[in-house]
């Protein structure tokens, strides 16, 4: 298996909250294709810590438990509940404008953009 971050994010961030940003986008993209897990005006996922850390196994639930808490403290991710049973306590993430801002940012600096005479422009 392959995992990659975004270095923008590493620098600025954090390797480790890179890398847990890019597996929740990933997973918030894809719930929003098939239109799962929309509440509260936003596309979630869920994964407990110890997942997580088994999904990155260079990674210990601590490493992971601090990264989520700097993302959600930074204000780049939300964390909510959605579970069925209230005996469930995994987690929920959603990704904040701020956090896509910061998302769009790192992929548009990477884009060259075309305007209808074949020349590039700046975003």
């Not at 994964?47 to 990264?67: D, G, I, M």
Request: hydrophobic share 35%.
């Amino acid at each position: 298996m392959e995992h990659s971050f975004n270095v923008e994010i590493a620098k600025e961030y954090g390797i480790v909250e890179a890398i847990l940003l890019k597996h929740i986008y990933y997973w918030i993209l894809k719930n929003k294709a098939n239109n799962k897990y929309f509440y509260d005006d936003n596309y979630w996922t869920y994964n407990s810590t110890k997942a997580f850390a088994e999904l990155f196994p260079y990674l210990s639930e601590r490493q992971v438990k601090y990264a989520l808490k700097k993302l959600v403290d930074l204000g780049i991710i939300i964390k909510g509940k959605y579970n069925q049973n209230s005996y469930d306590k995994t987690n929920w993430y959603a990704i904040t404008k701020f956090g896509y801002s910061i998302i769009q940012k790192c992929s548009f600096d990477r884009t060259k953009l075309s305007n209808r005479m074949d020349t590039n422009v700046q975003p």
